[in-house]
């Protein structure tokens, strides 16, 4: 059975940083795809960052040259590191994995960003 955890989560200020992790434990084949959304209160679920299927990764525009997504597929782990966060990233940070025609999520880690 696959499962996905995250950490890393918390609160931090306007123009900090966060590191998050997600460790996918149980069958998991070389090829697959894995990366980050997030959910704010109100609104749909959306994508951050991902590998896809071929290897190379997808962002979102919202995100782009603030936020890295890196994997080590020796230790099944995909990690998001987060600069100059802003205000509007604060949501709940959900770990995606798709393998062999199956969906599966962590259970999330809030993010939030305040003064």
């Known amino acids: 059975q696959v499962q996905l955890v995250e950490s890393g989560g918390g609160l931090v200020q306007p123009g900090g940083s966060l590191r998050l992790s997600c460790v996918a434990s149980?069958?998991?084949?070389?090829?697959?795809?894995m990366g980050w959304y997030r959910q704010a209160p109100g609104k749909q679920r959306e994508l951050v960052a991902t590998?896809?299927?071929?290897?190379?990764?997808n962002y979102a525009d919202s995100v782009k040259g603030r936020f890295t997504i890196a994997r080590d597929n020796a230790k099944n782990t995909v990690n998001l590191q987060m600069n100059s966060l802003k205000p509007e990233d604060t949501a709940v940070y959900f770990c995606?994995?798709?393998?062999?025609?199956?969906?599966?999520w962590g259970q999330g880690t809030q993010v939030t960003v305040s003064s």
């Open positions: 149980g069958s998991i084949p070389s090829i697959n795809a």
């Open positions: 995606r994995l798709y393998q062999l025609g199956k969906l599966y």
């Open positions: 590998f896809m299927l071929g290897g190379t990764t």
